[in-house]
DNA sequence: GATGAATGAGCGTTCATTCAT
DNA sequence: TATGAATGAACGCTCATTCAT
């Protein structure tokens, strides 16, 4: 194949400014989310993220379109990193229950404990804000949902056909209680020390929930 | 000498006054509670309130300090709402069991399709308001999350002071569920109609998730 | 003469009313005053007077046409007070200067450091208020400089005549410096223990000034 | 090589901007200072002020903190002024005497009748507004009054040190009396015309007090 | 006479966004 | 690309005054 040349003169000085670019999309990026995490999105204005960043309120205008796109492009971040974490730590694993496990932990030690800001954006500034960034909220739930729903899909095997609506209410229950338990002990309390304990207690709910849900399943069957 | 009570006119006058001077403290209430759910707190302005109340703006700020305060005293009116309705139900039942359930289906079917308004208050027009009014959100809950703890205090009987955060944790895992259950079937779709459902597999998986968590404490005492 | 009765129930009860309308009138002015001096006029709400004096907003305006106006009628007090005071000592004194100097005296001591409220009213609270407001300080000036005027020229005798701006100068001067010393003083200083001192050589001063001002005048004439 | 310098363009931007930001906030304290001695300050809106400026009401606070730093800045610019004025009068003159006069005469001639809304500001819009300007206020005055208090000094030489309240207090009262005398004669009466007659008799007082005070002075020194 | 709830025009201030340089 | 001064609609809140009871 014959790629244009990628060193000649115009190209790199091209790249350079590709590369600046990005970097500086990034700051901003970041600036914003420390922002709006510490001071809250409605308290941030632009021109502290532009002061911090040390650029000028233009330069920020020019990265993006306005201060719902930086929230929308944070939100999209957030949903990227933790579609990867989780993804990644559902492949391994045995049994559909050990793999289903895998990412609930993921969730809890890779996630929440190393990304707390992103917790922060997607549970509380997110929240309440325009109609536009409350859907892109929904749709990242809606994902997450769907991944808790195909993982247990395959735990409950053959018997989630029967009545759709049980295991998507299963995995909206099972998704809240990830998400209020992260809130409660990293956002309202820092509990990130017990996060151990915290996890394996809420991985044990969730096991139980998922076997009696199964069995009525299996009960239900039987009679019909 | 016979005096008629001297101060009975003044009295029947203030009680009458004190009466209407609630009324309309309720009526704004209400006005301000349905258009902070239709529009947002944010997007309410005071002036709306005023006209949608056929008032004076001047007159809301006689009856409330300011807009913050508006939505505080919503909260404390649907804490007191909830903890009615829970504790009602929590009253009827013979088992322990039963009367956790009781209380969780009365969550759904009287809380929140009773009063869906509370719900989205709660949930999304609180959220990242203020420090104060988070404050306020986080009482809730950790109300909320206690009376769940001493309701399931009785179903786990004497395992629970081993360790009490497993209680808490499960706590904050049940209220996380019926939260998002309530968010996702209220608030983002509207499936009321399937409200019946809904509520008894959340409470089936809630019920799962306990005695797993029971067993688990069971067996932790028998090796000990 | 055949006055009509006074001591007829109508009228004792008419009287009574007079005597209580008067004492209401009073004390709403004196908290009036105190809260002006406290925390300024502008700042001081008809709802914080009302609730100082313990009566309804509305009760005072039935006594006293609005906000202005209260502090008009202080202001009249005030001119009538400082009247009464610097007459009565102009009475005392064998010389015009003996009488002028007492005069001068009794400002410091009896006025300012009697009534250290009436001074602030007089020389800051009322200042930039109104058009009406700031010409009835000018009349009360004016009234004062008058007098000062007056006191002079039984000083200044025969002399005052060939030009009248010079003693109307002289007494515009005299009052400017009672004022501002007066204001450094007690409003900004507290020095009110060294009254004694500073009053004499304020009158020293003065003494001076008129001593000057004459010898100037006469040799004017002895030129002319 | 031979680079430009490569920070001399954006230097020259730089200079340009700060110079026309500079020309911007005097043109709009022009416009303030106007309208202030115009209608008084609390009756200027900020609206009123951009329109007269012919400017946006967002660039009157792109250039001033607030309404009162709009009035702090115009105090500071006035006592920077009216110390400019009275430095270089006291330059010329053989005497501390006649040093004195020269400063007295320019307090009227130079200041007030070349600033008139200097004195207005200074003496009427800037009282009883904040805590913080009657601060500002007291500190010009202050430094007037010691600017005085060191003329004078020069004038009563050794005598002062015996007691410093009493050219304290001298001082105050002739700062207190060019005061008012400008008042009466250039914001309540306009006798502009008339202001060499003025200035003469009020420096003519003065200078009589001066002397009177010198000579109480010399005669306690000779009794003690 | 007294009450106090109601009024609503008015004002200071904010801040996302733009655009000439 | 970057800058930062300029914009102006928008909003929360105040408070002197009124008036039905």
Known sequence: ????????????????????????????????????????????KMQDIAQEAEIAVGTVYFHFRNKEDLLLQLMDDI???????????????KTPMERFENAGRAFFEKFCLGHPAH?????????????EVEARRRAIFDRFKED???????V???????????????SVAIVGMLERVAYQYLIWQDRSG??????TE????IRGG???????LRARENEG
Chains 1, 2, 3, 4 share one sequence.
């Open 119 to 131: 917790l922060i954006i997607l549970l509380r500034e997110s929240v309440g804000i325009t109609a």
């Open 202 to 205: 809420a991985l044990s709910f």
């Open 210 to 216: 998922l076997r009696s849900v199964l069995r009525n």
């Open 79 to 93: 949903a990227f990193n933790i579609r990867n974490i989780l993804g990644e730590a559902f492949q391994n694993g």
């Open 148 to 154: 808790v729903h195909a993982a247990i899909s395959e």
């Open 194 to 199: 017990d996060m151990d304990t915290i996890t």
């Open 1 to 44: 194949m014959n790629r244009a040349a990628p060193d000649r003169p115009h190209t790199i000085t091209a790249l350079r400014r590709q590369r600046e670019k990005e970097n500086r999309t990034r700051t901003i990026l970041a600036t914003a989310e420390r922002l709006f995490c510490e001071h809250g999105y409605p308290n941030t």
């Open 156 to 170: 409950m095997a053959e018997y989630v056909l029967s009545n759709p609506l049980v295991a998507e209410v299963t």
